[in-house]
């Protein structure tokens, strides 16, 4: 069969999740839909029209009182302050909870995307990604989108829309007034903007990478210290996770610093237009065109305008990082998968696969996504139901290829799979591993309870299931010893010995039913006098109708195993 048809899905269907993705397709799906987003835009724009218009009316109405006119005259502006004082606060809150809310479910939405497009890359596609990235991909850079409806969308939609409106209303007042503020406002816009731009864009682009640089220096010290502490690096160590920090410290103070500037700025613009406001209205007071109160609107209404015209130049420094964010996004995911991995659309599918004559490889050829040369190479092997196989070989010599292969984490370049008479190419993936589990060389524990470390491959399982199973694989006394199903294993089986957690892998696959099962190395970093016990415990813990196919470099004991399979530089050995 040909790389392509190995290759084919089973669906003729592609999920438009698993196709190339842009920069503007990230940002367009950060965006919450219309429907959700209104409610919020509406209150945004009716708090700050509020805020403007509570000073307007407080001006029109201090001046207008010092003239000692009726009290009867001063009411409707009494209570205009009060209804703007109040109706600010009540829309700011209602503003507050409906673009949180749907900026949040919007950004769960995205996060869940960005996942679904990983995991089909894991485990064999990501080999080569640095931790820090993948994690600040999923959590830094995604949190990152939610400012784009937050703090660049909505405060663009409420402060254009009344400063136009503060505009309109000082035109009504005091034309030269309004063109006065209508050209602040935009000298605002230019030289704020280009200011953050020219003084901060470099500053805020780095900060996401430099924060992985720093996630990478820690993950990579907490995950060797027994080492570094060993060899006498650990100061070494600490010192690339302190360069880290700086680093981002200094570029997180530049954005600072530029956005202090970008302030100070439109302050200075805010008292400029004011000031100008003045200076074009008085001859009209002086010669009575407008009253004293319509100075005061048209003199103190730009303090207001301005004071809500600061969220633009914030949103273009906030649009300069969301836009970042979704470049590094983008360009973290494939824009087509590699021909390595298998890949299809997702499907509902619980289809389950009939065991039958079991495991077939014919003519299977594999290599690693990225590497220049097959790791496997024209590979026949057939397991028979109940079968127990030996593969053994030196290091490199391809032993955790196969494995892979088998549970389908890589795909076959050349050649055929079959499990019973079904090809694995016809069915989901999910299904493949559902026939045939894999046992890893250095098993994946959870830093949870014993009990939560098994339920997961059975979450039906009751506590006399679980102790049952680690009875089954020799860890009953262990199990009295801890305190029983709630002792905890540590982050990454850190509590557990090796054997143990070889153990507490190989429970799991006993409770998940596998017909198949791949243990792959799993005396590795257990004591080499330890080794033929751990393996003897191992595979009389297995039921008999289960096929095992057990992964070692080194020999086994007798009576063991039906048969064994030599790999030598990635093709059998004769």
């Not at 035109?171 to 280009?194: E, Q, R, S, Y």
């Not at 196969?402 to 299904?431: K, M």
């Not at 196919?549 to 399979?565: F, K, N, Q, W």
Request: one cysteine or more; a neutral charge; aromatic letters at 6%.
């Amino acid at each position: 069969m040909s790389a392509a048809q190995t290759q084919t899905p089973r669906t003729g269907s592609v999920d438009p999740l698993q196709t190339p993705v842009s920069t503007a397709q990230i940002l367009r799906r950060a965006m919450p839909p219309w429907r959700r987003f209104w409610p919020g835009a509406a209150s945004g724009f009716l708090t700050e029209a509020s805020a403007v218009a509570l000073l307007a009316c407080s001006a029109w109405l201090i001046v207008y009182a010092s003239e000692q006119p009726p009290v009867m005259f001063l009411g409707a502006a009494v209570v205009g302050v009060r209804a703007f004082a109040l109706s600010r606060a009540a829309f700011r809150y209602t503003e507050r909870l409906a673009s949180h809310d749907a900026a949040l479910r919007q950004l769960a939405q995205t996060r869940t995307d960005l996942v679904r497009r990983v995991i089909p890359l894991a485990p064999d596609g990501l080999a080569r990604t640095r931790r820090g990235s993948v994690l600040g991909a999923l959590v830094d850079d995604v949190d990152e989108l939610q400012n784009l409806p937050l703090r660049v969308v909505l405060p663009l939609i409420s402060s254009a829309s009344v400063a136009v409106g503060a505009v309109v209303l000082v035109a009504f007042v005091w034309w030269p007034a309004a063109l006065t503020l209508l050209a602040c406002l935009l000298v605002a816009a230019a030289v704020a903007t280009l200011w953050g731009w020219a003084s901060g864009s470099r500053a805020e682009r780095s900060i996401a990478p430099l924060r992985s640089r720093l996630a990478d220096a820690v993950l990579d010290y907490l995950g060797s210290l027994d080492v570094l502490v060993a060899y006498g690096a650990e100061d070494a160590g600490r010192e690339r996770i302190r360069a880290a920090d700086a680093a981002l410290r200094r570029a997180v103070t530049r954005r600072a610093g530029s956005q202090a500037g970008t302030t100070a700025i439109v302050s200075v613009l805010a008292g400029a237009a004011s000031l100008l406001a003045v200076m074009v209205s008085a001859p009209a007071v002086t010669s009575g065109t407008i009253t004293g109160p319509a100075f005061a609107v048209a003199a103190l209404v730009p303090m207001a305008v301005f004071e809500v015209f600061t969220a633009v130049p914030l949103a273009a420094s906030a649009w300069r990082q969301v836009r970042a964010a979704a470049e590094r996004i983008s360009t973290a995911l494939p824009d087509s998968p590699p021909a390595e991995l298998p890949f299809e659309a997702p499907s509902p599918s619980t289809t389950d696969i009939d065991l039958a004559s079991g495991l077939v490889l014919r003519g299977v050829s594999v290599r690693w996504p990225g590497a220049a040369s097959a790791s496997l190479t024209d590979i026949d092997l057939e397991v028979r139901p109940g079968e127990r196989v030996l593969v053994v070989g030196s290091s490199g010599s391809g032993k955790t290829t196969l494995a892979h292969v088998l549970v389908r984490f890589l795909a076959p370049s050349a050649g055929d799979y079959l499990i019973g008479d079904t090809r694995v190419t016809d069915v989901p993936a999910d299904a493949v591993r559902r026939t045939v589990g894999l046992c890893e060389q250095h098993p994946m524990l959870f830093d949870e309870d014993i009990r939560q470390n098994l339920l997961f491959a059975r979450e039906t399982a009751t506590d006399a299931d679980l102790e049952a199973v680690l009875v089954r694989v020799g860890l009953g006394e262990w199990l009295r010893e801890r305190g029983g199903l709630d002792a905890r294993v540590g982050e990454r089986g850190a509590l557990v010995s090796g054997g143990q957690a070889q153990r507490i892998a190989l429970a799991r696959g006993i409770l998940r039913d596998f017909p198949v099962l791949v243990l792959d190395e799993p005396t590795a970093g257990v004591d080499p006098a330890a080794s033929d016990a751990l393996l003897t415990d191992l595979l009389a813990a297995v039921g008999p109708d289960q096929a095992i196919v057990l992964i070692s470099h080194v020999a086994v004991p007798d009576g063991l195993v039906d048969r064994t399979v030599r790999l030598a530089e990635g093709r059998i050995a004769r």
